[in-house]
């Protein structure tokens, strides 16, 4: 079975300051894909950064990139210079192979409140 | 239409009340899920369709809960009898092809609230 662990339940950082949200995941599928998705007050869930399992690079998004370290099993969220509005849930999810009977759903951690403070 | 669509909004419903949700997709996706979010936790997946067919139902909590998207376009989630605890956001999210690294796009969801 899957599972991702977010252990942060909450996090602070100063306006134009770096943060990292951790994530990390268990699988024994070898082909997996990684992802992370904002949630603010609103409720939609927005699409940040996605990571392949067989990637070779860390994915970057602008202001987002993804520290993939396939070995220990963690996939954290670096967030370069925070803005207010980046204030929000934050989720990591992982999606399993397609095909068989996975049907590509997403497993979601608990996910991290992030707070950015002026 | 341009984004994933979900409507009611929020519902609030007494309990004992049928409810039905619905999700519009973006036009031409063919995966389509619902997740369901309690208050402060990740999403937890309830039922996966392809097209019209209902592939995957193996995480709807109970027989009260039903869904169907019978023409492979919108999809409408039903939950009868409700109860207190069926109260969260339900999510609706849509993908093109069932491919590993192509994304989904969510709706901004329904919540309910069961009094």
């Known amino acids: 079975a899957q599972k991702i662990t977010q252990t942060q339940p909450g996090m602070f950082v100063q306006e134009k300051e770096a943060v990292t949200l951790d994530c990390t995941y268990d699988t024994s599928d070898p082909s997996y894909g990684l992802f992370w998705y904002k949630q603010p007050s609103s409720g939609e869930m927005i699409f940040l950064i996605y990571?392949?399992?067989?990637?070779?690079q860390n994915a970057t998004e602008g202001r987002y990139s993804l520290n993939f370290q396939k070995a220990r099993k963690s996939a954290n969220l670096v967030i370069s210079a925070s803005q207010l509005g980046d204030s929000a849930m934050y989720f990591c999810?992982?999606?399993?192979?397609?095909?068989?009977?996975?049907?590509?759903?997403?497993?979601f951690g608990q996910g991290t409140i992030l707070t950015v403070h002026p | 239409g341009a984004g994933v669509s979900q409507s009611p909004r929020y519902k609030v419903a007494k309990r004992g009340q049928d409810v039905a949700l619905r999700c519009d997709p973006i036009s031409g996706h063919v995966s389509l899920f619902w997740y369901q979010q309690a208050l402060g936790q990740g999403p937890e997946f309830l039922t996966y369709?392809?097209?019209?067919?209902?592939?995957?139902k193996s995480g709807l909590p109970s027989d009260r809960f039903f869904a169907e998207r019978p023409e492979g376009s919108v999809s409408t989630l039903k939950i009868q009898r409700t109860q207190q605890e069926d109260s969260a956001v339900y999510l609706c999210?849509?993908?093109?092809?069932?491919?590993?690294?192509?994304?989904?796009?969510f709706g901004s969801g329904t919540r309910l609230t069961v009094v």
């Open positions: 369709f392809q097209n019209e067919a209902q592939l995957d």
């Open positions: 990571q392949g399992s067989y990637d070779q």
């Open positions: 999810a992982m999606r399993d192979g397609a095909g068989g009977t996975s049907y590509g759903k997403l497993t």
């Open positions: 999210a849509s993908s093109f092809l069932d491919i590993l690294n192509y994304g989904y796009t």
